[in-house]
């Protein structure tokens, strides 16, 4: 038995709106971070928008993120809120 072909469409929508709040809250961060801190204030809130963002993604909304690494999903599931 074969399996259901992927839908792409939807897949693609579902990432894209994810990548793009992901986006939103790393420039809010940069925005709000004080001059000369930006790196230092903005770092993690980025890393964490885009964790949560690969999170959303591959837990459920699109298949596609199955195929990431093992290691990389072992990697956001133990570093998940």
């Known amino acids: 038995m074969a399996l259901p072909g992927l839908d792409r469409n939807a897949c693609e929508e579902q990432m894209r709106a994810e990548f793009e709040r992901a986006l ?3 420039a809010d961060a940069v925005d709000n971070a004080p001059q000369g801190r930006v790196i230092r ?5 980025a890393r964490d928008a885009f964790r949560l963002a690969v999170m959303r993604i591959g837990f459920g909304r699109c298949p596609a993120v199955a195929f990431l ?8 599931q133990r570093r998940s809120p």
């Open 41 to 45: 204030d903005s770092e993690e809130k």
């Open 69 to 76: 690494p093992p290691c990389l999903m072992l990697y956001f």
């Open 24 to 26: 939103r809250e790393v």
